[in-house]
């Protein structure tokens, strides 16, 4: 079975520009998570998809950041402009909601790191 | 705001010895609790969930519950080098609509001395 996909791997911008990052989930997976994870610190989590909805973004800097998931797939990832603190590996999560004991379990990608100079 | 708050270590054990790792959490609505694993540069992988108060075990892993003192804990036995990682605490607590991201805490870098 596929895992969660994710591109870039790496990003170098400037600050105020801008940059996109893409998720596959896992086939059949509907839910959809962006977390962010700054060096040193646990993953936060920014927005939660369920299908092409969202459901929670209460943790998104919605002035910058941006994230759609158009047909409840694949989902992409927006900051614009760029600032020094997002400097971070941005991790793609998917779950199968409604699996007995599923519930939680997140499948991670393996990140997008950027880094803003 | 929910917390979660683990001791970031280093935690250093020697191998063959009990690991223990500790995690308490602010919200007492919590419904599931978790232990990642995230080796450096890599992206976290579950070990262990556990939903119910008391021990559950899984080969050399035993979670730990205990909602009263909204506490968890992780014990890994026969400590191996390749257990050496920084491990993740992580909360559920579901406020409705559908809405149950975790919340993670900050990590404790265990290392494992052969």
């Known amino acids: 079975e596929a895992g969660v996909a994710q591109s870039p791997r790496y990003k170098i911008i400037e600050k105020r520009q801008s940059v996109a990052f893409w998720c596959n989930p896992i086939s059949g997976h509907a839910t959809l998570y962006w977390y962010q994870q700054i060096l040193g610190q646990g993953p936060k989590l920014l927005i939660q998809f369920q299908n092409n909805g969202v459901v929670d973004d209460s943790q998104l800097p919605k002035d910058r950041f941006s994230a759609e998931r158009l047909k409840g797939v694949d989902s992409t990832l927006k900051i614009q402009p760029a600032k020094l603190e997002d400097s971070a590996v941005y991790l793609c999560?998917?779950?199968?909601?409604?699996?007995?004991?599923?519930?939680?379990?997140?499948?991670f990608g393996e990140g997008s790191r950027l880094t803003v100079l | 705001q929910k917390e979660v708050e683990q001791n970031s270590g280093p935690l250093s054990v020697p191998e063959g010895a009990i690991a223990s790792l500790n995690c308490t959490y602010s919200?007492?609505?919590?419904?599931?609790f978790f232990w990642y694993r995230q080796y450096s540069g890599k992206s976290p992988e579950l070990i262990m969930f556990?939903?119910?108060?008391g021990d559950k075990e899984d080969g050399r892993f035993t979670a730990q519950l205990n909602k009263a003192s909204q506490y968890v804990s992780l014990l890994i036995r026969d400590s191996q080098p390749s257990d050496s990682a920084t491990y993740l605490c992580a909360v559920n607590s579901s406020s409705g609509g559908g809405a149950d991201g975790l919340t993670f805490g900050k990590g404790t870098h265990l290392i494992i001395q052969p």
């Open positions: 556990i939903y119910s108060n």
């Open positions: 999560a998917s779950s199968l909601v409604g699996a007995a004991g599923a519930i939680g379990e997140l499948f």
């Open positions: 919200d007492r609505g919590s419904q599931s």
